[in-house]
């Protein structure tokens, strides 16, 4: 069976920081370190930072006075920012910058008096942490049929803004009802949309075109995971996602001469590489990538975890 691996595939800049963020910070002030949410979505992240003694928890009430406190890559609410500061907790702020952007981008908006649009998913800690940002009412828009039943003037200043695990594919049509709906809204410029997620999607365009079988390595809670699925089961290969290789089912692969793996931007190679040992077990495999875009993007560690 032939194997073929999207380039690029996994771990993006930010999820890197986020974990490496954690990591220096055990390092530097000892465990426990507590971290507000998921650093980042992917269980094997998640219970290899707990051996080394990060403790997750969904709120900071939860956190013991003076206890070094990361925020997770996803960003939060500035009344998650107030609430640590009032308990006056020392906190290391893991939220991507791409994220961050966004925050700054939709307090522009809000300043210049336009209603803020944000394109995105309900209930995502994403989404929740922008919406808690920005200093106003923020529309969410899940889809055209939301945008046709926004309550705004067509005439009414408006912005939009995008969650960062959106790519250009899966917003164009939002943005583009938004754009017929008012005369005068403004949104970020389009190499402003996360790098990750784009790359990430158009490798697994081409990876489509190779294979029979898609497997996408991430966790059923990621958003960007879940997209690579969709993308692959939209352009017409049999796509699955799995967390690791217990959950291959060989009845996916019957039929299939060549099998594309990629992997969400939270999930590491490790388990790439655990899938891979799963598919030997059921036949000899040969592996090869697939020629993409390289990715040599870092962000900066807080300057706490880098002083001396």
């Not at 939060?76 to 907790?89: K, M």
């Not at 210049?112 to 994403?126: D, V, W």
């Not at 290969?237 to 290789?245: P, Q």
Request: contains cysteine; negative net charge; charged residues 25%.
């Amino acid at each position: 069976m032939e194997v073929f691996l999207a380039q690029p595939r996994g771990f993006c800049a930010g999820v890197v920081r986020a974990i490496e963020i954690v990591e220096r910070a055990l390092e530097k002030y000892g465990p426990p370190v507590y971290v507000r949410h998921e650093i980042v979505h992917n269980k094997h992240v998640v219970e290899s930072l707990k051996k080394k003694g990060a403790i997750f928890v969904e709120d900071l009430s939860e956190v013991p006075a003076k206890a070094v406190t990361v925020f997770s890559a996803h960003g939060v609410a500035r009344s998650v920012e107030e609430e640590a500061e009032a308990r006056d907790l020392p906190v290391l702020n893991a939220t991507c910058p791409l994220v961050t952007k966004v925050h700054n981008q939709g307090k522009r908006y809000i300043s210049k008096g336009r209603a803020l649009i944000l394109i995105g998913h309900a209930s995502h800690p994403e989404v929740e942490g922008t919406m808690g940002q920005v200093p106003g009412p923020v529309l969410l828009v899940q889809s055209v049929q939301d945008v046709a039943e926004l309550r705004l003037p067509s005439d009414a200043p408006a912005a939009y803004i995008t969650q960062t695990t959106l790519s250009v594919d899966d917003t164009r049509d939002i943005i583009a009802a938004l754009q017929a709906k008012f005369t005068d809204i403004q949104g970020p410029d389009i190499r402003d949309i996360c790098y990750a997620t784009q790359n990430r999607q158009s490798a697994v365009r081409d990876l489509s075109k190779l294979v029979d079988v898609i497997l996408v390595v991430g966790a059923a809670n990621s958003s960007n995971s879940n997209r690579l699925r969709e993308i692959g089961t939209e352009v017409g290969v049999a796509s699955y996602l799995i967390a690791d290789g217990s959950e291959l089912n060989p009845d996916w692969l019957k039929d299939a001469k060549a099998v594309g793996i990629t992997a969400g931007a939270s999930a590491p190679e490790v388990l790439v590489d655990d899938v891979i040992e799963a598919l030997r077990r059921i036949g000899p495999v040969s592996v090869s990538v697939v020629p993409g875009r390289e990715e040599n993007i870092e962000f900066r560690l807080p300057a706490e975890l880098t002083a001396g």
